[in-house]
Every structure is written in structure tokens, then in C-alpha cells.
């Protein structure tokens, strides 16, 4: 049986800009130099044997070094012809900030004109760019006056939107202001694993408040801009929460608030100033109550019948319950990041098949899903996981920076030339 896309469906693959670019220096770069050591030294209590010896490197301070990357920066047109090749009508990356503007104020037009040109590389190829303005990186001189705790933060980053806004034009019609602000939020500043480090809930209340309101108002400055010729959306990770037990009612009070603290709380104070969801799906998480878990009553303890390279459970089935319960929002979906950390390329043409089933058996029930954006294009850095963890359509040499499409990169570029699946 064959499953059918609209027409006018957008197929492709997503990249940020401090994951793949190189030769960044921003808040992370200085956090990585920081803690790369460390990273290396907790990294075999951190992951199970079979992982430590598949990725022997993850013991190596050098892995968490995000460094030249897989020098994106200079690659991007021979990315973008990979890109094109592969039968991609849409592209998603971000602008790196700290790039545009490294001091206060000092706005480099060689590096406006630099994402100019991505813009107009992907346009020559048929690609569709969705712009991401901020991807979890600060400028220093952000992190310095106390980055997204401080208000101030929002003038600024507006400030930056602008200029951009200003040298795009009508070359953008997707904008997409804050990626995963819940994930930001909980990772730099309840769990600490992120920088700045944080364990706090109130400061990462501020944070996800502040981020809000950055998202409000640069949907309003590009309207206000562009009127109805733009789409602006908001980019959250969502996931599908089960219950350990099912007849546990403290399982169900935890699931509970789960829901609330990492889907529902972020999509209702975003929505209302959102033209479109981008929803980022990776796994669901079984929820088990308990007190002093990593989630205060919660804590997850997955089936894991079949795991990624970084033992994320996968599931499939669970983005459908995602996108449906998107649809009491009433707005177009786009599917920004959905990806698997698979080294030997033997689950990724799975994945994605399997996940596009169930993208479009919610469509079947009412939800608009326009698109759908593979992560990542590339193997790239990923945060504080480093180089190991596997993701790309593209396999990347690090040491040659050598290119090398994957098998499963083929299986995905028929269904985006055919826009179907065989179910």
C-alpha cells in the first residue's frame, strides 16, 4: 500500500550552526574548553560498556572540542548540492549570532553576507529555507551580562533579528526565532548539563519566560515587516510520555506533570503568537513515580526493546500521539528535527520509514503536517555528547572533512522524489 504527501510537501534535513559550521566562538566554545576534560573523565560511568568500546573516543578530552566541526562554513555549497542530489526541496539550519555580532554592537556585514549567500545557495539548488535565529549559542559578551536571565537580552537579540530581517528580505519566508527553549531552559539551568550550569528552577523560569517573550516579539517585528508574506513558528522537542504501570496512580501523577513541565506549558505559552509548529520528536519516556527522581517525582525507566547508539528508546508510534495532541492548536506542523545516532546505518532507512507512517496516519486524522526535516544532514557535534553519537544522512570524515552518503541517505531520497511511502 502506497501512503501519499501533498504536493506541496517539504522534504528535507536540519543543521544548527554551532553543530556543524566550525571556528564558533561563543558561550559553548568556552564552556567545552572548560569541561572537556571532565566530560571525558565521567564518560565511562556515564554510558554502558558496549557504548564505551564502540565509541572509544568519548574517553578523549578532544571529542568535546567542537573545533572546525565539519567546517560547514566553507562546505555548505557542496553540502547543499548533497542536499539537492538527495532529492531535498527544504533545508532547516540557523544563523550563529555570535558570528553577526561577536562584540556589543559591532555587526559584521561579511558575515550577514555570508548567510546571504547560504540563503541564495539554497534557493539555486530548490531548497526552501526554514531560518533559525538562535540555537542555544550566545555571544560572550551575552553570557557576560548574564544571558537569557537578564531582560536586557531580548532588546538585543531583537536588535539582531533586525539586521537580519533588514539583509534577508523576502529571500526568508519561514522564520523559526527559538529553538527548543524547554530543553535550554531544563538543561542549563535545572539540570546543569548545558551551560551555564545552573540548578536552579526559578532562574530556568526566568530563562523560558524571557526566551518567550523574545519569540513574541520578533514574530511581531517580522510581521509588522513583512506582513502575511512570512511564516513564523516556534521550535519545541516534544515528547510521548507512557506510564510505568498503568494502574499506578502515582505513575499517573507524574506522567502528569511530566507532560506539563517538557509539552504542555511551552506550546501554550508559544502558540498564541506562532504561525506554525515545529515539533523536534526523538523518543518517548515511560514514567515511573519517584520521589527525588531526576524530575523531582518522576523518573524513566523505559522498555528499550530497540535504542539508538545513544540508548534513546525508540518508538515510533508515540510521534503520532505527539502530533495529535497538536491539534487543538489548530496550526500547520512542520516535523524540524526527527533523527537516529545509528553508526553502521543499519536502523536509519527504518526510522524514518517507520516514523513517516505514523506522521501520516495523523494527517489521516486531521493533523496539518506540511513537512518533514531529517536530523541531521550532516554527522556534527553534538553538545555535550561531543563527536561520537552519529546522526547524519552524510557521513563526515573529521579528520579529512570527506563527505560519504549513506545508504540509508538513498532510501529517504526516493520517498522525497516520490512523496510516498510503501507501508
Same mark, same amino acid.
Given at each position: 500500500?502506497?501512503?501519499?504527501?501533498?504536493?506541496?510537501? &517539504?522534504?528535507?534535513?536540519?543543521?544548527?550552526?554551532?553543530?556543524?559550521?566550525?571556528?564558533? %566562538?561563543?558561550?559553548?566554545?568556552?564552556?567545552?574548553?572548560?569541561?572537556?576534560?571532565?566530560? $571525558?573523565?565521567?564518560?565511562?560511568?556515564?554510558?554502558q560498556e558496549w557504548q564505551t568500546k564502540l565509541f572509544p573516543q568519548m574517553a578523549e578530552p578532544?571529542?568535546?572540542?567542537?573545533?572546525?566541526?565539519?567546517?560547514?562554513?566553507?562546505?555548505?555549497?557542496?553540502?547543499?548540492?548533497?542536499?539537492?542530489?538527495?532529492?531535498?526541496?527544504?533545508?532547516?539550519?540557523?544563523?550563529?549570532?555570535?558570528?553577526? /555580532?561577536?562584540?556589543?554592537?559591532?555587526?559584521?556585514?561579511?558575515?550577514?553576507?555570508?548567510?546571504?549567500?547560504?540563503?541564495?545557495?539554497?534557493?539555486?539548488?530548490?531548497?526552501?529555507?526554514?531560518?533559525?535565529?538562535?540555537?542555544?549559542?550566545?555571544?560572550?559578551?551575552?553570557?557576560?551580562?548574564?544571558?537569557?536571565?537578564?531582560?536586557?537580552?531580548?532588546?538585543?537579540?531583537?536588535?539582531?533579528?533586525?539586521?537580519?530581517?533588514? $539583509?534577508?528580505?523576502?529571500?526568508?519566508?519561514?522564520?523559526?526565532?527559538?529553538?527548543?527553549?524547554?530543553?535550554?531552559?531544563?538543561?542549563?539551568?535545572?539540570?546543569?548539563?548545558?551551560?551555564?550550569?545552573?540548578?536552579?528552577?526559578?532562574? $530556568?523560569?526566568?530563562?523560558?519566560?524571557?526566551?518567550?517573550?523574545?519569540?513574541?516579539?520578533?514574530?511581531?517585528?517580522?510581521?509588522?515587516?513583512?506582513?502575511?508574506?512570512?511564516?513564523?513558528?516556534?521550535?519545541?522537542?516534544?515528547?510521548?510520555?507512557?506510564?510505568?504501570?498503568?494502574?499506578?496512580?502515582?505513575?499517573?501523577?507524574?506522567?502528569?506533570?511530566?507532560?506539563?513541565?517538557?509539552?504542555?506549558?511551552?506550546?501554550?505559552?508559544?502558540?498564541?503568537?506562532?504561525?506554525?509548529?515545529?515539533?523536534?520528536?526523538?523518543?518517548?519516556?515511560?514514567v515511573k513515580f519517584v520521589l527525588g527522581g531526576r524530575f523531582g517525582v518522576a523518573d524513566i525507566?523505559?522498555?528499550?526493546?530497540?535504542?539508538?547508539?545513544?540508548?534513546?528508546?525508540?518508538?515510533?508510534?508515540?510521534?503520532?500521539?505527539?502530533?495529535?495532541? *497538536?491539534?487543538?492548536?489548530?496550526?500547520?506542523?512542520?516535523?524540524?528535527?526527527?533523527?537516529?545516532?545509528?553508526?553502521?546505518?543499519?536502523?536509519?532507512?527504518?526510522?524514518?520509514?517507520?516514523?513517516?507512517?505514523?506522521?501520516?496516519? $495523523?494527517?489521516?486524522?486531521?493533523?496539518?503536517?506540511?513537512? &518533514?526535516?531529517?536530523?541531521?544532514?550532516?554527522?556534527? %557535534?553534538?553538545?555535550?555528547?561531543? %563527536?561520537?553519537?552519529? %546522526?547524519? *544522512?552524510?557521513?563526515?570524515?573529521?579528520?579529512? *572533512?570527506?563527505?560519504?552518503?549513506?545508504?540509508?541517505?538513498?532510501?529517504?531520497?526516493?520517498?522525497?522524489? /516520490?512523496?510516498?511511502?510503501?507501508?
Amino acid at each position: 500500500m502506497e501512503l501519499k504527501f501533498p504536493e506541496d510537501f &517539504y522534504w528535507g534535513a536540519a543543521t544548527s550552526s554551532h553543530q556543524v559550521e566550525g571556528g564558533n %566562538f561563543n558561550d559553548w566554545t568556552e564552556w567545552e574548553r572548560q569541561n572537556a576534560g571532565r566530560l $571525558a573523565q565521567e564518560a565511562k560511568a556515564a554510558w554502558q560498556e558496549w557504548q564505551t568500546k564502540l565509541f572509544p573516543q568519548m574517553a578523549e578530552p578532544k571529542n568535546y572540542l567542537s573545533g572546525r566541526a565539519c567546517d560547514h562554513y566553507h562546505y555548505y555549497e557542496q553540502d547543499f548540492d548533497i542536499a539537492k542530489q538527495l532529492n531535498h526541496n527544504a533545508h532547516r539550519f540557523s544563523v550563529e549570532w555570535s558570528r553577526i /555580532e561577536p562584540e556589543e554592537g559591532n555587526f559584521k556585514q561579511e558575515e550577514i553576507e555570508h548567510y546571504r549567500q547560504v540563503i541564495k545557495t539554497l534557493r539555486e539548488r530548490g531548497l526552501e529555507p526554514f531560518v533559525t535565529l538562535w540555537h542555544w549559542t550566545n555571544p560572550v559578551w551575552v553570557r557576560d551580562m548574564g544571558g537569557w536571565e537578564n531582560k536586557k537580552t531580548i532588546y538585543y537579540f531583537l536588535r539582531y533579528v533586525g539586521k537580519l530581517a533588514d $539583509a534577508f528580505g523576502d529571500d526568508v519566508k519561514f522564520w523559526l526565532p527559538i529553538n527548543e527553549p524547554t530543553v535550554y531552559a531544563g538543561q542549563g539551568y535545572i539540570i546543569g548539563a548545558f551551560p551555564p550550569g545552573v540548578k536552579n528552577i526559578f532562574t $530556568a523560569d526566568k530563562v523560558l519566560k524571557n526566551l518567550m517573550r523574545a519569540h513574541k516579539e520578533t514574530f511581531e517585528l517580522l510581521h509588522k515587516k513583512f506582513g502575511d508574506k512570512v511564516s513564523v513558528g516556534s521550535v519545541h522537542n516534544l515528547h510521548y510520555h507512557t506510564l510505568y504501570k498503568r494502574w499506578n496512580p502515582l505513575d499517573n501523577l507524574a506522567k502528569r506533570i511530566l507532560e506539563y513541565i517538557q509539552n504542555t506549558r511551552a506550546i501554550n505559552l508559544f502558540w498564541s503568537c506562532s504561525d506554525f509548529i515545529g515539533l523536534n520528536y526523538y523518543y518517548r519516556d515511560t514514567v515511573k513515580f519517584v520521589l527525588g527522581g531526576r524530575f523531582g517525582v518522576a523518573d524513566i525507566e523505559n522498555p528499550n526493546t530497540e535504542i539508538s547508539d545513544l540508548g534513546w528508546d525508540v518508538f515510533p508510534e508515540g510521534i503520532y500521539y505527539v502530533l495529535l495532541s *497538536l491539534k487543538k492548536y489548530q496550526k500547520p506542523v512542520y516535523i524540524t528535527e526527527n533523527g537516529l545516532a545509528d553508526i553502521e546505518d543499519k536502523r536509519r532507512a527504518d526510522f524514518i520509514r517507520e516514523h513517516l507512517f505514523w506522521v501520516h496516519k $495523523a494527517m489521516e486524522n486531521g493533523v496539518d503536517v506540511r513537512g &518533514y526535516f531529517y536530523w541531521s544532514l550532516l554527522d556534527n %557535534f553534538e553538545w555535550d555528547k561531543g %563527536f561520537w553519537p552519529r %546522526f547524519g *544522512l552524510v557521513e563526515v570524515n573529521y579528520q579529512s *572533512l570527506e563527505r560519504k552518503i549513506r545508504s540509508s541517505a538513498l532510501v529517504y531520497a526516493k520517498i522525497c522524489q /516520490e512523496n510516498k511511502i510503501d507501508a
